[in-house]
């Protein structure tokens, strides 16, 4: 024990002797350890966040499919789709893009479902069921329009009217990554807004008393009508967990590139040892140091550098994604929209994350030391004595 | 004071500094759940299935929604949304 | 699939290792080829050389050993949420037959590796390189395993297929399935109970045995059992001692214990375990050696420290896996 | 035999390259013997081998034939982890260049050789102000090497050489770069260190060193060849 703390002594004394070289790894293990670190803190919370959410999502949707795209769904399958053993209430949801020519952006609206509560996350009020001319907006579109509870919104419907709509309630800033670009307003006036036809809806939300049935019920309405396309909450979710594995993952390899490139830094460095460096571990052999010391020695100058490097890259990291929102690559990382919600990330981060990065660069770097130091280590102690 | 009992000064604070990260994070994330669960609620209320991130294209805004195999469906020439757009993964290819 | 940051890195990590495997699998052949320690050739002395490249290699491999087969593990269960009826580990291995090899590979290896260095330490001790040959012979064996663990392990994740419906632990480890899993949860409670007190007991009594007397049976049994207890303890872990973690009769999954919901203790479980069964064995290989080794007074001692280890691995593995037996509420009686 | 015969090299040779056209025999066929307490100098022009011979007896390198027996014990085959054991404990060296670490402080140069033992950082810290008082190096201890005096420098190499206790000094051309003013400071310190029983080995060409009196005994060595004079 002791003679790892004196050789450890001896590694920083003989880092410290070349501070510039290991300085200049030290900042490039970091940078890269903290771009990587990033990219996965980023991507995991994001997904976590993502998941845990639509977990409210509904069980199944079906959508109609018409010429191979989605195509707007008659009422008539309502009543074909109750009839199935095992399904509760199903129900018609109606929703539209509306791109807002004013500001270049795209908003989300819905005609609200009957019982919407009220909850903490809306400032103001609520619209009623059946009052018209009302709307309850996204921080996101209250931000474009500069909108305040009591402000009119004002919409061009199908036939180049405008609708005017009193904003009744604004979500709040905390449910962006839900709410930022919804516009909810009442049936009648969405019916006036995208001139829906009669007997139609975007599409159905169907409950299941048995979750273990859903995967059957979805086979069955496949089966019953053959035109519509069901979508099953685990579906989503399971979508939503490889986009992000993608995501991070994409990224990652791309990163990889960076790691390689530091990899071969490091062992052009080590391997490239300097007539001095070698004179140095040929006087310690010649007094007395054992190969497996000069080992010893090498192995606590790499571990000096990666595990100090790799903490620091950690921590610097955490603080640039979750302090900071990342934003030192913000639109590369996060994507960007006209109606972006500046959303701070809830740190979903835990040991796997950091057991994945330490494989990502530790082992790699720790790799391409490994034969160096041998080379290294292996000078004949009579070299100095040959001059 | 030698410079190994410095070095594992610094490595122990930061080890000190990453646990304590840890712990104020899954604090965080716990503190977090009430106004992640009424998310949840508002989520199942309004029916939504989609995070509101990116909005510019239908198979940005909501991903599970739209139809992976066309990805330049908004109109013929439209850029594609990156890096939004790259978010989407290539199709799984089957083999039988 | 592959796109998954965890993939990724086992990935990479096997591809490092496989490499730096090959090359040391290159230099053991030579030293099986050209070794003869009573001459002093350059040829011999660079071989002496390359042998502690190949030690340092063996104890980086070791390293990465211990945090793969924790990453595959955490990487396979973070993967269940793309499987429809997986829920943990379990229905994520079952979605490819493949992984449950790569899981047995990862174990065995770990466990050779471990041997490995054990067997290095004792010959570095003694002045004449006795098992250099033995060393590179094992580096030879070791090198098709871990490139079949890294093999198989590519197979698996590149041949999941989320959309593939998977049986979770509640199906896997309930008595009425197919396979090993399910035959060993199938074993009644009581016999499994019975074949672990046994075992454990035996371990204790021969180690202390070995550790008293100068009598090399003793420690060739010792070793045996450590193994006989490893198998029969992994066993149990799913027969009956994850069942008073989770406070459960029916959830027999040997990898929920690893998550935040049950404070991990999974690791110290496992890894006393692992530990334990090492030391032991290598108590009974040293014996084995000893007729190669001059210096016996070596050997005597390493034996003791693996002795005493493994005995005191072994008394934390209890104390942990009894723990909640001993002090929950929750009791198995009935079932 | 005497019993208090330290090392004896039994007609030992070293090859370099062997079997290739630049093969050469540096040592050939060299025997001597060394006793306890001796002052015993190998004498020869440069490039006539001594430098080899004092590598081969000091445990640096593996003779490729003969016997070298240390306290009784053939370490002439020996594996080189073992050489390296039996070096730290027994020899001392000087070489030709000091051989000194730049950038670090005379005290950690003459701490080298303990860093991969046992020895707590307190004794070793006892260890190396005592050495520094006798060898009057005390006022440079936390000076770097390189900015010391040769001779300076020289005494450095010698504390280094005597840190850990060791039973032989090996010294390699110790005077070849010092002027000879120096080079008689340092004849003084090695009688010094034979008066309290050192046994010292030489290789030099130097006269002022052979023609001391402290100079127990003189092999002449040419063209790998040892004679005794």
Known sequence: MIKHLKILEFALSSLLRRKLKNLAIVSVFTTVTMVIASILFLTHSFKKEALLILQGSPELIVQRIQAGRHALIPLSYVDAIKGLPGVGDVRPRYWGYYYDPLTGANFTVIAYPEGIRKTEIIEGSLPGANEHGYCLIGSGVADARFLQIGDELFLQDIKGRVLSLKVRGIFKKSSQILTNDLVIISRPDFDRLFGFPEGHATDLTVQVYNPTEIQNIAGKVKKLLPDTR?????????????????????????????????VILAWDKATGLSAEERQEIGILKAIGWETSDVLTLKFWEGASISLISFLTGIILAYIHVFYFSAVLFEPALKGWSVLF???????????????????VTVVPYTASTIIPSWKAAITDPDSVMRG | MKRYQIFISIFLFEIIVLVFLLFSASAQVAKGKKEMLSLKDLCSELSLTDLSVWTEARYTRNPSQADWFSPFQDFPSSVEHFPAGSLIEPPMRRKR | ??????????????????????????????????????????????????????????????????????????????????????????????????????????????????????????????????????????????????????????????????????????????????????????????????????????????????????????????????????????????????????????????????????????YPLYISLFLCTITSMLTGIYEALRRKVERKDVVDRLQRKTTLSGLVFGLLFLIISLWPMVFSSFTLQGY | MNSDILISVQKVSKCFNRGRPNEIWPVREASLYVKKGEVVVLKGPSGSGKTTLLGLIGCMSRPTSGRIILKGQD???????????????????????????????????????????????????????????????????????????????????????????????????????????????????????????????????????????????????????????
């Open chain 4, 75 to 229: 370490v002439a085959k020996l594996p080189e982890r073992f050489l390296t054991e039996i070096r730290r404990k027994t020899f001392g060296f000087i070489f030709q260049q000091f051989n000194l670490i730049k950038g670090i402080s005379v005290r950690e140069n003459i701490l080298l050789p303990l860093y991969p033992t046992g020895m707590s950082f307190g004794q070793m810290s006892e260890r190396v102000e005592e050495l520094m008082e006798t060898l009057s190096l005390s006022h440079r201890a936390g000076f770097p090497v390189e900015i010391l005096s040769g001779g300076e420098q020289q005494r450095v190499a010698i504390a280094r050489a005597l840190i850990n206790n060791p039973d032989i000094l090996m010294a390699d051309e110790p005077t070849a770069h010092l002027d000879s003013k120096l080079s008689m400071n340092l004849l003084e310190t090695l009688g010094l260190l034979k008066s309290r029983g050192m046994t010292i080995v030489i290789a030099t060409h130097d006269p002022l060193v052979f023609e001391t009196e402290m100079v127990d005994r003189v092999y002449e060595v040419r063209d790998g060849r040892v004679r005794e004079r």
């Open chain 1, 230 to 262: 069901p979508i099953t909450r685990s579906e989503i979710l399971r979508t939503y967990d490889s986009l992000f594995n993608w995501r991070g993952g994409m990224l990652l390899a791309l990163f990889a590139s960076s790691v390689l490139a530091f």
């Open chain 1, 341 to 359: 919600p500046d959303f701070r990330l809830r740190p979903y981060v835990d040991l796997y994350q950091c057991f994945v990065l330490f494989m």
């Open chain 3, 1 to 266: 699939m592959i796109f998954h940051p965890g993939i990724i890195a086992l990935f990479l990590g096997s591809a490092v290792v496989v490499l730096m495997l090959l090359y040391i699998s290159l230099l053991s052949v030579r030293v099986l080829r050209y070794w003869d320690i009573r001459s002093s050739s350059e040829l011999q002395l660079s071989l002496e050389r390359k042998t502690y490249l190949t030690s340092t290699i063996m104890n980086y491999i070791l390293g990465y050993q211990i945090v793969s087969a924790l990453l595959f593990i955490y990487t396979v269960d973070s993967l269940h949420t793309e499987f429809v009826g997986a829920m943990c580990a379990t229905g994520v291995l079952n979605a490819n037959p493949v992984g449950w090899y790569v899981l047995y590979l990862k174990v065995l290896n770990l466990l050779l590796s471990g041997l490995w260095i054990g067997i290095n330490i004792l010959d570095q001790r003694s002045p004449e390189y006795p098992l250099t040959r033995l060393k590179s012979a094992l580096v030879l064996i070791l090198l098709p395993l871990i490139a079949a663990e890294g093999y198989l392990e590519v197979r698996y994740f590149l041949g999941l297929d989320p959309a593939v419906i998977t049986s979770c632990c509640g199906s896997m480890f309930s008595a009425q399935g197919k396979g090993l899993a399910s035959s060993l949860t199938a074993i009644p409670v009581k016999k499994a109970e019975a074949g672990f007190a046994l075992v454990w007991t035996l371990f204790f009594i021969s180690g202390t045995l070995s550790l008293k007397y100068k009598v090399s049976s003793f420690k060739y049994v010792f070793s045996i059992i450590s193994v006989l207890a490893f198998v029969v303890s992994l066993a149990s872990v799913v027969s009956f001692i994850s069942l008073y973690f989770y406070e459960l009769p029916t959830h027999h999954c040997p990898f929920d214990i690893l998550q935040a919901d049950f404070n991990y203790v999974g």
